[in-house]
């Protein structure tokens, strides 16, 4: 097994309580709603908290799939969240596990920095390539401007 890590930052124009909540806490209500493969978020083992397990089922064209998303850790505190995808048809064959550590710090004008620990876990000797580490990192991103652009819409959430 070999073990591929990638550490990127994410500017938000969002204060981090709202980021958090938007993205951890409420997660399982506001991602099927704005992300348009995601077809449902359910919690299979847990309430949240560390050791929680969330099937994420996608639809993409006629294909359903779905990870398993574990929560291994949780710091509402210091908007810590760190969780594993373990699992699943969505999770490339060449993987047994990717797991992020992510914590949201302020950034400039009461904006955020959402910083990020990637660890990708091959099976064998399974090879990631830059280029599939960095639509991995641009997909994640991508979400995290998805829901910066919500909050800016939604002043309310």
């Known amino acids: 097994m070999g073990v591929f890590t990638q550490?990127?930052?994410t500017p938000a124009a969002v204060p981090p309580a709202r980021l958090?909540?938007?993205?951890?806490?409420?997660?399982h209500n506001l991602f099927p709603k704005l992300v348009d493969s995601i077809h449902s978020i359910e919690f299979t083992q847990g309430?949240?908290?560390?050791?929680?397990?969330?099937?994420?089922?996608?639809?993409?064209?006629?294909?359903?799939?779905?990870?398993?998303?574990?929560?291994?850790a949780i710091d509402e505190g210091s908007f810590v969240y760190n969780f594993s995808i373990i699992d699943g048809s969505g999770l490339?064959?060449?993987?047994?596990?990717?797991?992020?550590?992510?914590?949201?710090?302020?950034?400039?004008?009461?904006?955020?920095?959402?910083k990020v620990h990637a660890k990708?876990?091959?099976?064998?000797?399974?090879?990631l390539t830059e280029e599939e580490l960095k639509a991995n990192q641009t997909k994640i991103q991508g979400l995290v401007k998805l829901v910066e652009g919500y909050l800016l819409a939604n002043p309310h959430y």
């Open 20 to 27: 958090f909540k938007a993205m951890t806490l409420d997660f």
């Open 92 to 114: 490339p064959e060449t993987l047994e596990k990717i797991s992020f550590e992510s914590q949201l710090v302020e950034g400039s004008n009461g904006g955020t920095i959402r």
């Open 120 to 127: 990708y876990f091959t099976k064998g000797e399974a090879v």
């Open 47 to 72: 309430n949240g908290a560390p050791g929680t397990i969330k099937k994420i089922t996608t639809i993409e064209g006629e294909e359903s799939k779905y990870v398993l998303h574990r929560v291994d």
């Open 7 to 9: 550490v990127y930052d």
